[in-house]
C-alpha cells in the first residue's frame, strides 16, 4: 500500500537526485572553464588562437547558464510545494513526477495504491482474451499510422453514410490498414476498485493515475511472462 506521506516523498527525491546531478554537471562546467581561462593566459600573445579558445569559453559560459536556470526552477518548485495555491503549470508538473514515479514503483513491487475517496489503484492481468475479436494495440497502431504518413501513403478509413437515422458503413479510401490488434493470449493493465467510494464533482475532475502510463506495463509484460502469475 503507498501513502500519501509516500508519494509526497517520492516526488521528493525525485527532485533531489534531480538537483544532485545539475549540480554536478555545473561543476564538471566550471572546473573546465578554470583550464580554459589558464590556458587563455598562456597564450595571450597568440590573438587568433585566443579569439578561438574565447569563443569556446563564451558557449560553456551559455551551457551553464541554462543549467543554472533549471535548477532554480526546480530547487523553486520543490520550495512552491509548501504553499496553499499551486499555479496550473506547478500542478501539471506536480502530477506527471508523481504519475510517473508511482505507476513505475507499483509495477516493480506489485503494491496497490490506495486513495481516500477514489478507491484503489492496481494492476491486473486478464486471461483467456477473446482470439476472436482481439483488442487494438493503440500505442503500437499509431506509430505505425505515423510511419504510414510519413512515406506519403494514406492510412485506411471507413466511409460512413447516415440511412434511416443510423451510420452505415457504405466503402472506404482504399489507404493501408494501420490498425493492429493484440497478439497475446494475456492482457495486463490497470484498474480502479471503486467499490463503495464516492467521488466529489466526478462530472468535473477525474483521477487518472495510468494515462500514459501503459506502455510501462505492457514492455514488462513482454520481458517477463512471469507478470501474469504476479498481478491477478
Same mark, same amino acid.
Given at each position: 500500500?503507498?501513502?500519501? &506521506?509516500?508519494?509526497?516523498? @517520492? ?36 590573438? @587568433? ?21 533549471? %535548477? ?10 509548501? @504553499? ?9 508538473? %506536480?502530477?506527471?513526477?508523481? *504519475?510517473?514515479? %508511482? ?16 478507491? @484503489? ?22 506509430? /505505425? ?19 434511416? +437515422? ?29 467499490? +463503495? ?10 483521477? *487518472? /493515475? ?10 514488462? &509484460? ?11
Amino acid at each position: 500500500m503507498i501513502t500519501t &506521506a509516500e508519494m509526497y516523498s @517520492s516526488y521528493n527525491h525525485h527532485l533531489s537526485v534531480e538537483i544532485t546531478s545539475t549540480d554536478n554537471e555545473i561543476q564538471r562546467l566550471e572546473n573546465y572553464l578554470t583550464t580554459l581561462n589558464n590556458s587563455i593566459k598562456q597564450i595571450e600573445d597568440l590573438p @587568433s588562437i585566443g579569439v578561438q579558445y574565447k569563443a569556446i569559453l563564451n558557449s560553456y559560459k551559455v551551457d551553464k547558464k541554462g543549467i543554472e536556470k533549471k %535548477i532554480s526552477n526546480l530547487t523553486i518548485k520543490k520550495i512552491e510545494l509548501t @504553499s496553499n495555491v499551486v499555479t496550473l503549470e506547478e500542478y501539471k508538473f %506536480i502530477a506527471r513526477a508523481f *504519475n510517473k514515479s %508511482i505507476t513505475q514503483r507499483m509495477i516493480e513491487t506489485g503494491y496497490k495504491l490506495k486513495i481516500g475517496g477514489f478507491g @484503489s489503484l492496481r494492476i491486473v492481468s486478464r486471461r483467456k482474451i477473446d482470439q476472436v475479436k482481439r483488442r487494438v494495440d493503440w500505442g503500437v497502431s499509431n506509430r /505505425f499510422k505515423k510511419q504510414i504518413e510519413e512515406k506519403g501513403q494514406i492510412p485506411f478509413k471507413a466511409i460512413y453514410e447516415e440511412i434511416d +437515422g443510423k451510420k452505415v458503413k457504405v466503402g472506404d479510401n482504399g489507404g493501408v490498414e494501420w490498425l493492429i490488434k493484440r497478439t497475446s493470449p494475456y492482457e495486463i493493465f490497470w484498474i480502479w476498485e471503486k467499490v +463503495g467510494c464516492y467521488i466529489i464533482n466526478q462530472s468535473l475532475y477525474k483521477m *487518472n /493515475f495510468t494515462k500514459h502510463m501503459k506502455l510501462a506495463i505492457n514492455t514488462l &509484460a513482454s520481458k517477463d511472462p512471469s507478470i501474469f502469475i504476479r498481478y491477478i
